[in-house]
């Protein structure tokens, strides 16, 4: 057994990543949405 793709296939290994950064990724792009939200009202008023 060798490396990160011990005991998995390199397919099961892929949907892992892609799922691990879905699951961080969406709360990231919602709170960058939010944060340019915010600071392009403080330039419009």
């Given at each position: 057994m060798t490396g990160a793709t011990a005991g998995h296939s390199?397919?099961?290994y892929r949907a892992e990543v892609a799922i691990t950064?879905?699951?961080?990724?969406?709360?990231?792009v919602y709170g960058v949405y939010n944060a340019v939200k915010a600071?392009?009202?403080l330039f419009t008023h």
């Open positions: 390199a397919k099961t950064w879905l699951i961080v990724g969406i709360p990231l600071a392009l009202q």
